[in-house]
């Protein structure tokens, strides 16, 4: 995270959160994705396609010449990418995924690629005095690529002590 979002982060949770709609609220650092992680999920999810997991098949059957990452997996490491953009602040009780208003997976994610996430509040719903849900537009991106991995609204809800 950059030095010049921190003081906007000590909003995101305070009296006048609603100053930052439009603004990037976090950005993660890079994160490489790797063999071990996509074969760690086909694992968890028992999904054993061979776009993701057999680099042999890839290299003679795939577009793309070797295994991409699964696109639900790509989505699953929001929270990871969010909590290393957006460090939880002193005030906050909990925060609940409250889900999506939109994703979509718009570009492969090729296996020892790098990606990282922005945030941008798109919008904010004050539900009580402690109480907000937020619409982060999200967008995972691919290092050294223009076409980004996924783009979200996703929708947190947030709660104050």
Same mark, same amino acid.
């Given at each position: 995270? /950059?030095?010049? &979002?921190?003081? +906007? *982060?000590?909003?995101?949770?305070?009296?006048?959160?609603?100053?930052?709609? @439009?603004?990037?609220?976090?950005?993660?650092?890079?994160?490489?994705?790797?063999?071990?992680?996509?074969?760690?999920?086909?694992?968890?999810?028992?999904?054993?396609?061979?776009?993701?997991?057999?680099?042999?098949?890839?290299?003679?059957?795939?577009?793309?010449?070797?295994?991409?990452?699964?696109?639900?997996?790509?989505?699953?490491?929001? /929270?990871?990418? &969010?909590?290393? +953009? *957006?460090?939880?602040?002193?005030?906050?009780?909990?925060?609940?995924?409250? @889900?999506?208003?939109?994703?979509?997976?718009?570009?492969?994610?090729?296996?020892?690629?790098?990606?990282?996430?922005?945030?941008?509040?798109?919008?904010?719903?004050?539900?009580?005095?402690?109480?907000?849900?937020?619409?982060?537009?999200?967008?995972?991106?691919?290092?050294?690529?223009?076409?980004?991995?996924?783009?979200?609204?996703?929708?947190?809800?947030?709660?104050?002590?």
């Amino acid at each position: 995270m /950059t030095e010049a &979002l921190k003081p +906007a *982060l000590s909003l995101f949770v305070t009296d006048r959160p609603q100053d930052l709609v @439009g603004k990037v609220v976090g950005q993660s650092p890079w994160f490489q994705v790797d063999q071990e992680r996509i074969d760690g999920f086909a694992r968890n999810t028992n999904d054993w396609d061979h776009m993701h997991v057999d680099p042999a098949w890839c290299k003679q059957n795939s577009p793309f010449g070797q295994p991409i990452m699964f696109g639900f997996q790509t989505l699953s490491m929001l /929270t990871y990418l &969010l909590n290393e +953009a *957006l460090p939880r602040p002193d005030n906050q009780a909990y925060a609940l995924n409250y @889900g999506f208003d939109r994703v979509r997976l718009v570009n492969p994610v090729l296996v020892g690629s790098e990606i990282r996430a922005t945030f941008v509040l798109k919008k904010l719903t004050r539900k009580n005095d402690k109480t907000t849900l937020n619409t982060l537009a999200t967008t995972v991106e691919i290092k050294g690529q223009a076409k980004p991995a996924l783009l979200a609204d996703w929708l947190i809800m947030m709660v104050r002590k």
